[in-house]
């Protein structure tokens, strides 16, 4: 009785604990849809897919120009005021115009351009028009993706996060028996149009209670202030998603198309066990660091979720290296090399882990040249670190930078954030 009584006390183990039980749910049904990818499609199709969802990824982003965690974090700083948050709702929703409109354009007339380069074919050029058409979906759903963020709604974005993963899953299945390659694609590209109608069921009447539909002004304010974040966002997603493309590209060109699709395997197991983080980050730490002023309370409350995540990620990531065989024999059989990138790929994820936490000090008190600063050195060291030991340790070269470069960015955003609060 004790341990439950002490996450029910403790909301961060609560998060922590309601989120676990999805992410098994998740990851059940990942595992079998990784591996009858991995079987019908091998590991060209893996290294396909691993191209569209960089894509996709980055269009996440851009279609509502980035501004997500200003999104999560003026909700969380706004919630009792109406006012405020109908400003702040008026103001996203015209950013998301902007950003949806030049995402259409630029994907439905350079398609044939966009295919040639993430495929080395214009096969796919119509799948790039589908996923154009589906932008205005992804950008709403990302800006009422924050809402709930921001009001740490996190009971209600586990019961979205799995219906929309589990419908979206099923679509995947269906669509590969059918269309093949094709089909997977083309379930990726609509995915979104799932996603929202799944929030708008759960969550609409929560929506209604704090934004008013019926006008849409732009704020001055909330603009220049919304404006950092897509700054900060351009740089950690969509140059982010446009390096992993590269360093797959990479790879296609120096060894094969098919270790190209082992290292998106291994990137893919590393995403199924991190997102684990994903909602930790923008429900708890970038509301809770939004409301910290002085340097002790931001320590005491760094020490609190690295003393709550950290040994958890530790116990998980050994179980996960302990288990590497099995892992690769269920989900990517016959994927030579895959289990020999595990030890560098968990280390650097550890690293990521430790270091993220940290970082989002910048994007609760909007220091965009910070920000900018350590995710393009973050970028550029994995790069650069990567195409240096590509040649020299095949494959292996991309995971060992991965760890290289989250130790030095850890320790370059350590130095900045101590900074920060040494000027006050």
Same mark, same amino acid.
């Given at each position: 009785?004790?341990?439950?009584?002490?996450?029910?006390?403790?909301?961060?183990?609560?998060?922590?604990?309601?989120?676990?039980?999805?992410?098994?749910?998740?990851?059940?049904?990942?595992?079998?849809?990784?591996?009858?990818?991995?079987?019908?499609?091998?590991?060209?199709? $893996?290294?396909?897919?691993?191209?569209?969802?960089?894509? *996709? !990824?980055?269009?996440?982003?851009?279609?509502?120009?980035?501004?997500?965690?200003? $999104?999560?974090?003026?909700?969380?700083?706004?919630?009792?005021?109406?006012?405020?948050?109908?400003?702040?709702?008026?103001?996203?929703?015209?950013?998301?115009?902007?950003?949806?409109?030049?995402?259409?354009?630029?994907?439905?007339?350079?398609?044939?351009?966009?295919?040639?380069?993430?495929?080395? *074919?214009? !096969?796919?050029? %119509?799948? =790039?028009?589908?996923?154009?058409?589906?932008?205005?979906?992804?950008?709403?759903?990302? $800006?009422? !993706?924050?809402? =709930?963020?921001?009001?740490?709604?996190?009971?209600?974005?586990?019961? =979205?996060?799995?219906?929309?993963?589990?419908?979206?899953?099923?679509?995947?299945?269906?669509?590969?028996?059918?269309?093949?390659?094709?089909?997977?694609?083309?379930?990726?590209?609509?995915?979104?149009?799932?996603?929202?109608?799944?929030?708008?069921?759960?969550?609409?009447?929560?929506?209604?209670?704090?934004?008013?539909?019926?006008?849409?002004?732009?704020?001055?304010?909330?603009?220049?202030?919304?404006?950092?974040?897509?700054?900060?966002?351009?740089?950690?997603?969509?140059?982010?998603? %446009?390096?992993?493309?590269?360093?797959?590209?990479?790879?296609?060109?120096?060894?094969?198309?098919?270790?190209?699709?082992?290292?998106?395997?291994?990137? !893919?197991?590393?995403?199924?066990?991190? $997102?684990?983080?994903?909602?930790?980050?923008?429900?708890?730490?970038?509301?809770?660091?939004?409301?910290i002023k002085l340097k002790k309370d931001f320590k005491k409350e760094l020490i609190y979720i690295y003393k709550t995540l950290l040994p958890l990620f530790a116990l998980g990531m050994l179980l996960v290296y302990l288990c590497r065989e099995w892992i690769v024999n269920l989900i990517y059989p016959n994927f030579e090399g895959l289990e020999t990138l595990f030890k560098w790929q968990l280390m650097g994820d550890f690293m990521k882990l430790a270091s993220v936490v940290l970082a989002h000090q910048f994007l609760a008190k909007k220091l965009v040249a910070n920000f900018i600063i350590t995710e393009i050195l973050s970028l550029v060291l994995f790069y650069g670190f990567s195409y240096y030991l590509i040649p020299i340790f095949g494959i292996k070269g991309v995971v060992i930078s991965h760890l290289i470069r989250y130790i030095i960015y850890g320790l370059v955003v350590f130095l900045?954030?101590?900074?920060?609060?040494?000027?006050?």
């Open positions: 009785m004790k341990i439950p009584e002490k996450i029910r006390a403790n909301l961060l183990l609560k998060m922590t604990s309601l989120n676990g039980v999805v992410i098994a749910i998740r990851l059940l049904f990942s595992i079998f849809i990784q591996r009858l990818l991995a079987q019908m499609l091998g590991e060209t199709g $893996v290294s396909k897919i691993g191209q569209f969802r960089n894509l *996709t !990824n980055m269009l996440v982003s851009f279609s509502s120009l980035g501004i997500f965690n200003g $999104v999560v974090k003026y909700v969380a700083e706004y919630k009792e005021d109406q006012k405020q948050l109908q400003r702040l709702f008026s103001t996203s929703f015209l950013f998301v115009l902007i950003g949806s409109l030049c995402s259409f354009v630029i994907l439905f007339c350079g398609a044939s351009i966009i295919s040639e380069y993430l495929f080395a *074919t214009t !096969n796919f050029t %119509y799948v =790039i028009k589908i996923l154009s058409i589906c932008i205005p979906f992804i950008g709403i759903q990302r $800006v009422f !993706n924050g809402v =709930i963020n921001g009001l740490s709604a996190y009971k209600r974005l586990a019961k =979205i996060e799995l219906i929309s993963y589990l419908l979206s899953s099923l679509l995947t299945v269906i669509f590969l028996y059918l269309y093949n390659i094709d089909g997977v694609l083309v379930a990726i590209a609509i995915a979104p149009i799932i996603q929202l109608i799944t929030l708008l069921f759960v969550f609409f009447k929560v929506l209604k209670e704090y934004m008013s539909f019926s006008t849409l002004k732009l704020s001055r304010v909330f603009s220049k202030n919304l404006f950092g974040f897509v700054l900060m966002s351009f740089c950690s997603t969509i140059l982010l998603n %446009y390096v992993e493309i590269g360093i797959r590209s990479t790879l296609i060109q120096q060894i094969s198309e098919h270790d190209a699709g082992v290292w998106t395997a291994m990137t !893919n197991i590393s995403k199924n066990y991190m $997102v684990f983080s994903g909602a930790i980050f923008s429900m708890y730490v970038l509301p809770k660091f939004s409301s900045m954030v101590n900074r920060y609060f040494d000027k006050d």
